[in-house]
């Protein structure tokens, strides 16, 4: 499991209808660690049951480029789905004021920005905002080309309304475009080249729609990048059945029953893997598969990431095949 530390609320301000952000600074007063653009904590939180959970987001404002800098304090924003959702949002909106605590992890970063000065095409739908921010000012101070690409409902919906990179964002506002008549590709107008890349961050149906405009318009697969932090709506999967997991490092071999994860059955055996969100959306827990074939269950990797076989995610993933064989 990934390591914790105390944080205490030190700001809090409305971005927009929905929107809170969150100025974070460590209890001890201790320096935080580094992050760079894309880059995601932890949050333990309580759901709408009222046990605890853990949700993720995005550290969002200027990364630094020097790893010795020292950071003082994180910011995230949180939007609120109410009751209707999991539960965490909400209740962060409710209790995470200022000079309450918090518990949260190091910084991980599974949506990190490409290397060299390829453009960059970055496409933000709602809170999907937050990864933008720190990526659009890491490229602007690399001098790397890139275009923002903002959706919202409305604009009382656009939050961070006084950010430099939303000021200079192209922001498309779906109450406008319907009533114009506009399609997703229509409202998508930039220049995309052969070594373009794509980063897209929203609701999983929008970034599912604005990747297959980009496919369309010669984008490769491993180009785009995406991030994914609530679950969407899953195909209907088999029954889980029980197989096995051979350790390729000392030939064990752990089975795994019906009903139990990958993850539990790893833990129980003694074998620790780095999970966060349990659900296959941050693929925190990829891990390597050398034989046989996994039932993918997740929603991080790319369908041509599937094809390949080569790795899945044992937190909610399973296999097609009686034994995977794993990199561990």
């Not at 609320?9 to 600074?25: C, H, I």
């Not at 970063?109 to 999907?128: D, E």
């Not at 980063?199 to 369309?216: Q, W």
């Amino acid at each position: 499991m990934l390591s914790t530390l105390k944080v205490v609320v030190s700001q809090r301000k409305q971005e927009s209808a929905n929107v809170v952000a969150l100025t974070l600074r460590r209890v001890d007063g201790i320096a935080l660690p580094h992050w760079d653009a894309g880059a995601h904590i932890d949050v333990h939180v309580q759901d709408v049951t009222g046990n605890a959970a853990i949700r993720q987001y995005s550290l969002c404002g200027a990364a630094s480029l020097n790893p010795q800098e020292v950071c003082q304090e994180w910011r995230i924003a949180v939007l609120d789905e109410g009751i209707a959702g999991r539960g965490g949002s909400h209740w962060l909106h409710q209790q995470a004021l200022p000079g309450i605590e918090l518990v949260v992890s190091e910084p991980r970063n599974n949506f990190r920005l490409h290397a060299g000065n390829a453009p960059a095409i970055l496409v933000a739908g709602g809170i999907g905002i937050t990864p933008m921010l720190s990526m659009a000012e890491t490229l602007r101070s690399r001098n790397v080309d890139f275009s923002l690409h903002y959706f919202a409902r409305s604009r009382e919906a656009l939050a961070f309304q006084d950010s430099s990179v939303v000021v200079q964002a192209q922001v498309s506002l779906d109450n406008q475009a319907h009533a114009a008549g506009l399609t997703l590709a229509e409202r998508l107008s930039c220049t995309v080249t052969p070594s373009s890349h794509l980063y897209v961050c929203g609701p999983a149906d929008f970034m599912g729609a604005v990747i297959k405009v980009f496919l369309a318009r010669g984008i490769a697969p491993e180009r785009i990048h995406r991030e994914l932090f609530a679950p969407a709506p899953t195909e209907e999967f088999h029954a889980d059945t029980a197989f096995e997991i051979e350790l390729r490092s000392d030939g064990r071999v752990i089975f795994v029953p019906d009903g139990c994860s990958a993850v539990k059955a790893l833990a129980d055996a003694g074998i620790d893997v780095i999970v966060s969100c349990e659900q296959g959306l941050c693929g925190s827990c990829l891990t390597p598969v050398l034989e046989g074939v996994p039932e993918h269950r997740d929603q991080f990797l790319m369908p041509e990431e599937r094809e390949r076989n080569d790795c899945f995610t044992p937190c909610c993933s399973r296999a097609q095949t009686q034994r995977l064989v794993l990199d561990l």
